[in-house]
């Protein structure tokens, strides 16, 4: 499977979000965006069948959103990154996803995203490095393995739950 655009791959992501509770619709997109196919506006996430390079993007952008604050993900609009913390977490938190949808990490962590970190952050999780997991913990969404280990838990990239409460 290509992680590039791949109809079955999208359905099962937005299958996905909206079983946690992310309000995501499919629509026409004009304009700038920051990423191809996606917008997000006043907490739903926008994708354009016709526009959307990569189905993993979407699972990037509901990070965001899932780390937010419930008042605050309402709100959300077109520029979720621009928090280093809240940016590391939606790393963390889509690498989870793909996990769980048992989809390659490929999908997510993508040749032409990230910068060109894509594959270094695919080597890092890999090796079990796993970027905004304390954070990710902090806000009561997943455990470390020792705080797993200590409460008979099922360690990162396990998720307690999928978005923020408070």
């Not at 189905?55 to 979720?80: I, M, Q, S, T, Y």
């Not at 970190?117 to 090796?127: D, I, T, V």
């Amino acid at each position: 499977m290509t992680p590039a655009s791949n109809p079955e791959v999208t359905e099962k992501i937005v299958a996905f979000l909206r079983e946690i509770g992310l309000e995501v619709r499919a629509a026409g997109i004009a304009g700038d965006v920051i990423l191809p196919g996606i917008k997000v506006d006043q907490g739903v996430l926008f994708y354009d069948p016709a526009k959307l390079q990569f189905p993993g993007d979407l699972l990037h952008e509901a990070g965001h959103l899932a780390v937010k604050l419930p008042a605050d993900r309402k709100l959300a609009g077109a520029n979720l990154g621009s928090d280093p913390a809240e940016e590391m977490m939606a790393i963390g938190w889509s690498y989870a996803a793909i996990l769980h949808l048992q989809l390659p990490p490929e999908v997510v962590f993508h040749a032409a995203g990230y910068r060109g970190g894509s594959l270094s952050l695919l080597e890092n999780f890999a090796a079990g490095r796993f970027l905004g997991v304390p954070m990710l913990q902090w806000l009561g969404m997943t455990y470390d393995e020792k705080q797993a280990r200590e409460i008979g838990a099922v360690p990162y990239p396990n998720m307690k739950s999928w978005l923020r409460a408070a």
